[in-house]
C-alpha cells in the first residue's frame, strides 16, 4: 500500500526566508510525486509533479521540490517565502505502473509572517 | 482556476437522507475521481470513472457509488447519510495517461445533522 507523511503539522517562516515543507512517501514501485496546495474554503490546487529524471522539478509561484530516492523524501521548497504562500500544502504519491488514486498526506500549514 | 466546476457549493443534510453532488470536468479531460476531505484531513480517494466506468475504488462502502456521463462530468451519490459523511467532497478531472495530474474543483461541504 502507498503512503505519505508529512511529519510538520505546522511551519512557521519570516518573509523573504527560504521555506521547507517535508514529505516523505513509501510505494512499492516507482513514485508519482505531487504537491497541492489549499487555500481556505478551496479546493486544491496543483503547483508541481515528479515522474522521472531530473530529480529538481520546477513548478508553479516559484516552488521547486527535491526527490530522493535513497531517502524516499519529496520535499518542497522555495528561495523567498511570501505572506500569499501561507496555505494548506499536501502531498501525494501515485503509484507508477497504471495506479490510478492519488494518496495525500495529512497536510502542512504554512505560515509566513512580516 | 482549473476550470473543474461542482455544485452545490454548500448542503445540509439530515441522518439517513441520500444527496447527489454535481461536477463538470475540464474541457479535454476524460476521467473524473472524487475525493472526500474531513475536517482536519488529507483528501480520501473514493472512486474515479472513466469511459462511463468505475475504474479503482478506495476505502469506502457501497452506499457511496457514482456516474459518469458522455460528456465526462460526474455525479457521486451517497445514501442513508451518517454523522460522519460530513466533509468537504472534491472532485478532480484528468486527461488519462501515465502520470496524468489531477486538477480539482473548489468542492461542495456537506454537513449531516
Known amino acids: 500500500a502507498q503512503s505519505v507523511a508529512q511529519p510538520e503539522d505546522q511551519v512557521n517562516v519570516a518573509e523573504g526566508n527560504p521555506l521547507t515543507v517535508k514529505c516523505t512517501y513509501s510505494?512499492?514501485?516507482?513514485?508519482?510525486l505531487f504537491w497541492y496546495v489549499q487555500y481556505p474554503n478551496r479546493g486544491l490546487q496543483f503547483l508541481l509533479k515528479?515522474?522521472?529524471?531530473?530529480?529538481l522539478v520546477k513548478g508553479s509561484y516559484g516552488f521547486e521540490a527535491e526527490f530522493n530516492k535513497s531517502q524516499t523524501s519529496f520535499h518542497l521548497k522555495k528561495p523567498s517565502a511570501l505572506v500569499s504562500d501561507s496555505a494548506l500544502y499536501f502531498c501525494?504519491?501515485?503509484?507508477?505502473?497504471?495506479?490510478?488514486?492519488?494518496?495525500f498526506g495529512t497536510g502542512t500549514q504554512l505560515k509566513v509572517e512580516l | 482556476e482549473t476550470g473543474v466546476t461542482q455544485s452545490p457549493t454548500h448542503l445540509i443534510k439530515t441522518r439517513g437522507q441520500q444527496v447527489t453532488l454535481r461536477c463538470s470536468s475540464q474541457?479535454?479531460?476524460?476521467?473524473v475521481s472524487w475525493y472526500q476531505q474531513a475536517l482536519g484531513q488529507g483528501p480520501q480517494f473514493i472512486f474515479q470513472?472513466?469511459?462511463?466506468?468505475?475504474?479503482g475504488r478506495g476505502n469506502f462502502p457501497p452506499r457511496f457509488s457514482g456516474l459518469q456521463f458522455p460528456n465526462y462530468s460526474s455525479e457521486l451519490n451517497v445514501n442513508a447519510l451518517e454523522l460522519d459523511d460530513s466533509a468537504l467532497y472534491l472532485c478532480?478531472?484528468?486527461?488519462?495517461?501515465?502520470?496524468?495530474?489531477?486538477?480539482f474543483g473548489p468542492g461542495t461541504r456537506l454537513t449531516v445533522l
Open positions: 510505494v512499492s514501485g516507482n513514485p508519482y
Open positions: 470513472y472513466y469511459r462511463e466506468e468505475e475504474n
Open positions: 515528479y515522474i522521472t529524471g531530473d530529480n
Open positions: 501525494a504519491v501515485r503509484e507508477g505502473g497504471g495506479g490510478n488514486k492519488l494518496t
Open positions: 474541457s479535454g479531460h476524460n476521467t
Open positions: 478532480a478531472s484528468s486527461l488519462r495517461g501515465i502520470a496524468d495530474t489531477q486538477y
